[in-house]
């Protein structure tokens, strides 16, 4: 590890732990600067679930006014995130590398889709409150398949989580952002265990990583509430398109 790359690695977790904490989407950042730096894919996807863990322990410490009353929720939903997340996770490790590598770029495409065109689904359920059975179904479900998701392929994670949760809930954007933090470090530090225990990590980047998405986790948080929701979604889109393209190209 030279300094060079270990300074790249530290500025890529910055701009990682920020994006996570405005919107998701740290890992588009992340997976492909551990690609261009010939990091194999699956070893990438594994070292950059790990090393992005703490973003969300800053991001939760911003968002600590937008979590009150929804201790509820979060307990409700912690049981489908931490299941999903096992799963994924076990899936990954059990995924040939070669398969991983060829759906890699679709499942960041299929994240971005979604995020981007929640507000077109809105309406069709603005109509039922979030105690409906239908809504508290669509979150308990969209919330475990999204972990699944997560714990298999952490890039694009906050992106379609805050997507079923936009859908499923009748929040603000912000409230909601808090609680697709909170639930995303329960689906990434359960996944991120065990991929310790199986060793696949590279732990100089996790480790550069992990400081990385710290400090822009907690710079995140703050800048998420003074940013509109509109550039919220733009910024985050345009994220995952260029991580998509550059990964369907390399």
């Known amino acids: 590890m030279t300094y ?41 996807n594994i070292t ?11 991001g939760i410490h911003g968002f600590r006014s937008e979590l009150k009353n929804q201790g509820r929720r979060i307990r409700r939903l912690i049981p489908a995130a931490l299941l999903g997340s096992l799963c994924g996770a076990l899936l990954l490790l059990t995924t040939p590398a070669t398969q ?44 475990f398949t999204v972990a699944i998701y997560g714990g298999y392929f952490g890039a694009g994670l906050g992106i379609m ?14 409230r909601i952002n808090g609680l697709r933090a909170v639930l995303s470090i329960v689906i990434c530090s359960l996944s991120a265990t065990v991929f310790i225990l199986h060793g696949s990590v590279f732990w100089l980047i996790a480790l550069c990583l992990a400081v990385g998405t710290l ?28 991580t998509t393209i550059g990964l369907f190209v390399t």
């Open 48 to 58: 950059s679930s790990v090393g992005i863990v703490p973003s969300y322990v800053g």
């Open 215 to 242: 400090i822009g986790g907690g710079a995140g948080a703050q800048l998420a509430k003074i940013l509109p929701t509109l550039w919220l979604r733009i910024v985050v889109i345009a994220v995952g398109t260029v």
């Open 161 to 174: 989580l805050l997507a079923i949760l936009g859908l499923g809930l009748t929040e603000t954007l912000i």
């Open 4 to 44: 060079p790359k270990a300074l790249a690695f530290l500025a890529a977790g910055i701009a990682a732990g920020i994006f996570n904490a405005i919107a998701g989407g740290g890992t588009l950042i992340t997976f492909p600067v551990l690609l261009a730096f010939g990091v194999p894919a699956l070893s990438a």
């Open 100 to 143: 991983f590598r060829s759906v890699a770029p679709w499942l960041v495409a299929f994240a971005t889709v979604l995020f981007g065109v929640q507000p077109l689904f809105i309406k069709f359920v603005s109509s039922l409150h979030d105690d409906h059975p239908t809504r508290k179904a669509f979150v308990q479900i969209g919330t």
